[in-house]
């Protein structure tokens, strides 16, 4: 029955493939966007930190870049709240467990930091900046990816009971019920971020609204509707309403 499943998946994933390049050729899902921007980041002398690490840096499908990443710097170190996590991860050697809001590092020796899709999960996002500000040099940077609030992914997650989310998120994504988590989406705007950086001494050296990649792969008939959609969301009248943010802050 498990074989089947994952022949059924991978066949739907097949044709979504097929129909993405037809109706949105530009597309990239926006952890391959975020890729782009960590490679850029990433330097041989970097001390990293990866905040809200889980199971790994960037999902399965990039697990070859993410070690080759996790390798090309000086030092990569992951915290997260939750030790299940920390245990079955795969790339990066030193991990803590530990709170953003009190991270257990001194004052000015973190290189870059980063958070992907992780502040959307933060309840006290002024304290957690600050923190993060804290553990950086003079110039270093925190880059974050996470989704927009105006998104119509987003839109729709807030309205969804959380049993329900959680049922929804196992059955399209394929995470595991342990593997999710309460959303507050306190800093999901480009406004909020604008803001909460200027509080914790932080500039906004720059900031995308990107698209990404189709939800409703698994159901045929409404993933064409929604890929319409997507290519609507790429007319530059429509940037505040796109799907992720990513955005890199420099310390001041």
């Avoid at 500000?133 to 925190?142: A, C, M």
């Avoid at 729709?156 to 929804?168: A, D, V, Y």
Wanted: proline share 4%; hydrophobic share 45%.
């Amino acid at each position: 029955m498990q074989r089947k499943t994952k022949s059924l998946r991978r066949f739907f994933f097949r044709v979504y493939w097929k129909l993405e390049k037809l109706l949105v050729p530009n597309l990239r899902h926006s952890q391959d966007v975020y890729l782009k921007f960590l490679q850029t980041r990433v330097r041989p002398n970097s001390v990293w930190l990866d905040v809200g690490c889980g199971h790994h840096v960037l999902p399965v499908w990039n697990s070859t870049e993410e070690n080759a990443i996790v390798r090309s710097c000086r030092m990569v170190v992951g915290v997260d709240r939750d030790l299940g996590s920390l245990e079955n991860h795969k790339s990066i050697s030193f991990r803590a467990v530990g709170d953003i809001s009190n991270l257990p590092f001194r004052n000015g020796v973190i290189d870059l930091v980063t958070a992907n899709m992780v502040v959307e999960h933060l309840q006290k996002p002024e304290r957690q900046f600050e923190e993060i500000n804290r553990v950086l040099r003079g110039d270093g940077v925190f880059l974050m990816h996470t989704m927009n609030a105006l998104g119509y992914t987003t839109l729709f997650s807030r309205i969804i009971p959380w049993p329900l989310k959680k049922i929804l998120a196992g059955i399209i994504e394929g995470r595991l019920e342990k593997d999710i988590f309460p959303t507050y989406y306190k800093t999901n705007s480009e406004r909020r971020i604008r803001i909460i950086a200027a509080q914790t001494n932080f500039m906004v050296a720059r900031l995308e609204m990107i698209v990404s990649s189709a939800k409703s792969v698994l159901l045929p008939p409404i993933v064409v509707l929604e890929l319409l959609w997507l290519r609507l969301l790429m007319m530059r009248f429509m940037r505040p309403f796109r799907t992720n943010i990513i955005a890199v802050l420099r310390k001041r």
